[in-house]
């Protein structure tokens, strides 16, 4: 069976086979190595790379589902042979992050960093897997001024003195891609160029500027002496935001590489300036498979702080658990929008009970010993997912054998005897836990009795004594302060505990939280 990938640039579905047969040797920087022309019987290596955040604030749900999905990607890429080596960058230099850095008194790179920081801190409790590497845009400076200069060198590239910093003793140039030049702009989205809207090309304001074309887009903008910004070949300045990741793309992965990813909203124009920035250099496509996924909205309407229904990931889990948001971001297919509600979140949430109440009962079925998964509900998954990351087919199979050994287990429990054989129960436990892996599901590992310290995948669920009553209550108790207090980590750390020990919570619309023993 092929895998199959739909490919925003040729519109269609195609059978995915990596530019490379196999690796040469350990992930690193350097683009040079792991070139695929290793040794015979290594792993076929694919180069993948995702667009990272804009380190101004939190995350938001839009961030959550991005990454999420591309974090399964990559792990059923892993989970089916391949090497990955996946990249994700950070725009750490952005006039967004300027006007942040203003009004708190900060430089750019405090900002950056605290928010790079709160990256990490909400990614890690959605169990999405770090980055092999993570390039900064400051730290990429030299790749952007190389790319620059070849295109000024092959026509594709212009400067023009700044209007606003004339006046400086130093000459200061904007340098902007004459999108003209390039015969098949517009290929990845669609879009002709007559029926684009002139300017809508960055995020760098462009008033005063000089450009030849209302199509062109800047690559480098002029700044005056005391605004941040970088001594270029230019003169005083910052880059534009596409040329960013044309420059990281190339400096960690090369001139073509196997996926570009990320939100259907860089389509156009970042992803369409990416590549039209790349192609004319390297002479090679900058990717063999683009791949988007679909926006979130929240009830029925477009995510948008104008709306009033911007919500941060930070503000969601402090509501559901991170696992339940997880499988409400994979049950709709990753190129669909997603409609976040308080019912559809419910319903994720009591799906995720019942995926670890599958869990639990996998890991006394299997008493410490995985074996071989059952084939045919491996086989089944693999066909779900082998049609373009199909999730929503996936986690059907999981449920199906949750719901299995639930019943199995009550069956067990209640008369002492199970439909299944031992053998089977195996199998199926060990099918039940290799698929909410593969996905990226995590679940408690108590360490003692007392809990858990950390969810981890594939932890095995000790057998612990019941809680009293007055126990449970006095850690609801202790949560409910955690969550005023916005101690957000130590609100989950008590969550988990008590589902280690089979106490299931249930937060109120009234601020109260109820609990119930499975």
């Known amino acids: 069976m092929d895998l199959v990938v739909y490919n925003t640039l040729t519109r269609r579905k195609e059978v995915f086979q990596p530019l490379a047969a196999g690796g040469s040797g350990p992930i690193s920087a350097d683009p040079s190595q792991g070139s695929g022309e290793g040794a015979a019987g290594e792993k076929p290596l694919v180069r993948m790379y995702v667009c990272g955040v804009t380190v101004y604030d939190l995350c938001h749900l839009g961030h959550a589902r991005t990454y999420v999905v591309w974090d399964m990607v990559r792990r059923y890429l892993e989970w089916r042979g391949y090497r990955v080596k996946y990249v994700q960058n950070f725009t750490d230099v952005d006039d967004k992050i300027l006007k942040r850095a203003l009004e708190r008194g900060e ?134 935001w596409h040329i960013e990741c044309s420059a990281m793309v190339r400096e960690t992965l090369g001139d073509h590489i196997d996926i570009h990813a990320g939100g259907a909203d860089l389509i156009f124009p970042h992803h369409e300036n990416e590549l039209a920035q790349s192609e004319p250099i390297t002479g090679k496509p900058l990717a063999k498979y683009w791949l988007h996924n679909g926006f979130v909205n929240i009830n029925g309407q477009k995510m948008s702080k104008s709306l009033g229904n911007f919500t941060t990931l930070r503000q969601a889990l402090a509501v559901y658990h991170p696992m339940a948001l997880r499988l409400f971001l994979l049950q709709t297919h990753y190129r669909s929008p997603i409609d976040l509600t308080e019912a559809a979140m419910e319903a994720a949430s009591h799906g995720w009970e019942t995926l670890q109440k599958g869990i639990r009962c996998a890991q006394q079925f299997c008493q410490g010993e995985r074996g071989s998964p059952d084939s045919e509900a491996v086989r089944a998954f693999r066909t779900a997912m082998d049609d373009d990351f199909g999730t929503s087919g996936a986690l059907a199979i999981a449920f199906e054998l949750a719901k299995e050994l639930i019943r199995e287990h009550n069956l067990l429990t209640h008369q002492g005897h199970t439909h299944l054989q031992p053998q089977v129960l195996r199998q199926k436990s060990a099918a039940l836990l290799e698929i909410l892996a593969t996905l990226g599901f995590c679940w408690p590992q108590p360490a003692t009795a007392q809990g858990s310290e950390k969810a981890v995948a594939n932890g095995e669920l000790a057998k612990l004594p019941p809680l009293e009553e007055k126990q449970i209550e006095e850690l609801v108790a202790q949560r409910t302060a955690a969550r005023k207090a916005k101690n957000f980590a130590e609100a989950d750390r008590i969550r988990e505990q008590l589902q280690a020990l089979g106490i299931t919570l249930i937060d109120q619309k009234d601020g109260t939280t109820r609990w119930l023993r499975e």
């Open 107 to 240: 430089s750019m790179q405090a900002v950056a960093e605290r928010f790079i920081a709160e990256y990490f801190r909400d990614m890690d409790r959605l169990n999405i897997k770090r980055a092999d590497l993570y390039p900064r845009a400051t730290r990429s400076l030299p790749a952007m001024f190389e790319l620059i200069q070849s295109l000024e060198l092959k026509g594709f590239a212009y400067r023009v003195r700044d209007p606003l910093a004339r006046q400086a003793e130093t000459p200061a140039y904007d340098v902007y891609y004459a999108v003209r030049q390039f015969p098949d702009y517009g290929q990845l989205s669609g879009r002709k160029l007559e029926e684009l809207e002139a300017g809508a090309s960055g995020r760098v304001g462009e008033e005063g500027a000089e450009k030849r074309d209302p199509f062109d887009f800047a690559l480098w903008k002029a700044a005056p002496p005391s605004e941040p910004g970088f001594e270029s070949p230019w003169g005083w300045g910052r880059p534009g």
